[in-house]
Nanobody, 124 residues
């Protein structure tokens, strides 16, 4: 299994921004498609965004499109998720995962294995 560590979460007011980081350990991140997922209290985990290793193509859930931006810095072995215009519905624990496959523009994790994630709370 690939080792990933999420960070950057916190408490932010509606309309604010956060930048999440996903740092890879023990493997070269640039070889893999990386995805961000989130789980709100009482809800199923859902895909948020992913970025391809091959051509850098990005994918976003409709709920975050236009507000979130995924990027990668292969030199730092890190993937980022810039989150703008946050709303309370964005609250949840955010996880990154790899490897990811894309199916009809949806990000799907190959393995059902998750770390601690990072908490994002959007509240006034």
């Amino acid at each position: 299994q690939l080792q990933l560590v999420e960070s950057g979460g916190g408490l932010v007011q509606p309309g604010g921004s956060l930048r999440l980081s996903c740092a890879a350990s023990g493997f070269t991140l640039g070889y893999y498609t990386i995805g961000w997922f989130r789980q709100a209290p009482g809800k199923e985990r859902e895909g948020v965004s992913c970025i391809s290793s091959s051509d850098g193509s990005t994918y976003y859930a409709d709920s975050v499109k236009g507000r979130f931006t995924i990027s990668r810095d292969n030199a730092k072995n890190t993937v980022y998720l810039q989150m703008n215009s946050l709303t309370p519905e964005d609250t949840g624990v955010y996880y990154c995962a790899a490897p990811i496959i894309t199916v009809q523009a949806m990000c799907v994790p190959v393995y059902d294995s998750w770390g601690q994630g990072t908490q994002v709370t959007v509240s006034s």
